[in-house]
């Protein structure tokens, strides 16, 4: 066993402060928690402890809502979120054997079950296996799974296609017990997309795209990001990167987080923590130091001035004669064998090799490689399969956590009430045709990522009658890119019943005080608060 920690033998005669978490993980890796599972699967649920219950999470393995259900949620690792037809297939059939014939696409492009015994797991994990894929590293203190662009390569606008240094970074890092042990969850996003959809600015390492006059296409890189309770937007190294040296830079940032981040308080212990102590200065020079040379200095950096929603619809690729077509799912649920269909539609009309779906981090998927002169017929079959490919704004600006139907930290519903709720916008606010992000999280943890969208919801409760009911609080005006801001609490408590008036309300608002081209999330910057809730039902003005 290879237990990197800065602090073994410190840690083992209890001479450093750490959290109970630490101490777990010394005395047992989250990475041989394997051979437990397997036991465990033959001795059942009442036999597991509560140390293997956390370490199970490395195998992306997790107690379901409540605790005691016997049940589990199991997420896959999907490098840029790219499967093939048969990997699709193969997923959807997992769903329907063992998942009530459903699973979800995750914002970090790769996809979840629910309602998985651990009886079920060997054989689900066989299963994955023979297809090539894995659970080593979905969650736990470990790096997640890579993201990226889900039309890198294909995109005619990228700066560079980031796809071999993705998969390199993914293969290096996957089963690495080097880095198997880190403080917390450690999250990496690379692309070279034009508008920043892998959003490095809230990984806790994002690469992106980056313009040399000296050395031509490569790439910068941001550090310390993430949500939560706690929001820190990624800081800018100032330097260029090389392709070839993605690797090395990514290995020596992991280097520095897994030695000198913080492990005395699990709230204190990401990666964003220690850069907002240290600084980008004190950072690159450890890297560099880690490295054993310099990296080329830079200081020109033009962001996008805001994050699209998705790549989604039907759009031209850098090779000629082919296009790509998004399919849109509010709260990335698949239901029904759809996955199953959308890998059976790759297979049949991708071009000859290509029949790769790539997941999105916006919970939706991509078809590329389809030939122009098959898009009629690709169509007719979506259409008859009930697969949304020219989605409203609405649609293709949703985001949601899991929330309370399955996780142990939601207090509210997210997944099913973001599907009802897009309804409900396109009758009542079928009006609006701009660009709109609506998120919704269960809890302050931020899965659903509501701290960056133009109107994100955070789960709450509240007493109507005597009787406890869902409820949101309301945030407005966040945003990535060149303008970034986290957004700012506008309203608490809004009725889960509400939710669509309050969104038309705030619409109305914005198309009647709109000044120029200003985006949503702009114009909620620029407004008094006051007015702001001026424009809500009157109920929650006050």
């Not at 990401?270 to 980008?280: E, I, Q, T």
């Not at 949304?388 to 939601?410: D, H, M, Q």
Request: glycine letters at 10%.
């Amino acid at each position: 066993m290879i237990n990197i920690h800065p602090n073994f033998d410190a840690v083992k005669k209890g001479l450093v402060e750490v959290a109970p978490q630490e101490k777990a993980k010394l005395e047992k890796d989250g990475l041989d928690v394997i051979h437990d599972i397997y036991r465990y699967a033959k001795l059942g649920f009442g036999a597991i402890t509560d140390d293997d219950f956390d370490r199970m999470k490395w195998y992306g393995v997790y107690r379901q809502k409540p605790k005691d259900s016997g049940y589990f949620l199991m997420r896959t690792k999907v490098p840029g979120g790219r499967i093939t037809g048969d990997q699709a297939i193969v997923l959807s059939s997992i769903a329907d054997q063992y998942a009530h014939g459903f699973c979800d696409i995750t914002t970090r492009q790769t996809i979840q079950f629910h309602w998985l015994r651990i009886q079920d797991v060997p054989d689900i994990f066989d299963q994955l296996e023979k297809v090539g894929i894995t659970t080593s590293g979905a969650c736990g203190d470990i790096t997640r799974n890579v993201v990226g662009c889900p039309v890198s390569g294909l995109n005619p606008e990228e700066i560079i296609d980031a796809t071999p240094q993705l998969l390199e970074i993914s293969r290096n890092l996957t089963d690495n017990r080097e880095f198997s042990n880190l403080p917390r969850k450690f999250k990496i996003a690379i692309s070279g997309c034009h508008i920043h959809c892998h959003q490095p600015d809230i990984n806790c390492v994002g690469f992106f795209g980056l313009k040399s006059d000296k050395h031509g296409a490569g790439y910068g890189v941001k550090v310390g990001g993430g949500l939560s309770s706690a929001p820190h937007m990624a800081q800018v190294l100032p330097a260029w990167i090389a392709p070839d040296q993605v690797w090395a830079v990514t290995k020596a940032i992991s280097e520095v987080f897994r030695d000198e981040g913080y492990r005395a308080k699990r709230n204190r212990a990401r990666f964003k923590f220690l850069v907002a102590d240290w600084g980008v200065e004190k950072i690159l020079s450890e890297v560099e130091s880690r490295l054993g040379f310099k990296l080329e200095p830079h200081a020109d950096f033009d962001f996008p001035r805001d994050q699209e929603t998705d790549h989604m619809g039907i759009h031209p690729q850098a090779q000629a004669g082919f296009s790509w077509v998004g399919i849109n799912f509010p709260g990335g649920r698949l239901r029904d064998g759809l996955l199953a269909k959308v890998g059976a539609l790759a297979k049949k009309y991708c071009a000859p090799g290509k029949d790769t779906i790539r997941l999105t981090n916006k919970q939706n998927l991509i078809i590329p490689f389809v030939p122009d002169s098959s898009l009629p017929a690709m169509k007719a079959e979506m259409d008859a399969a009930g697969l949304v490919y020219a989605p409203s704004n609405f649609r293709k600006g949703c985001v949601s956590c899991t929330g309370i139907e399955f996780c142990n930290l939601a207090v509210a519903e997210t997944k099913n009430r973001m599907v009802s709720l897009i309804g409900q916008l396109e009758q009542r606010s079928g009006w609006y045709q701009d660009k709109i992000r609506i998120h919704f999280s269960g809890c302050p943890s931020s899965c659903g990522q509501h701290q960056i969208a133009d109107i994100g919801f955070r789960g709450a409760r509240t007493k109507v009658d005597g009787s406890m009911v869902d409820a949101y609080d309301l945030f407005v005006g966040g945003r990535l890119g060149r303008n970034r801001r986290f957004n700012e609490l506008l309203k608490g408590k809004i009725l889960a019943t509400d939710v669509d008036e309050v969104i038309d309300a705030l619409l109305k608002s914005f198309q009647a005080n709109r000044q120029g081209d200003e985006t949503l999330g702009e114009f909620c910057e620029r407004t008094p608060k006051e007015v702001l809730i001026a424009a809500l039902p009157e109920r929650y003005r006050s």
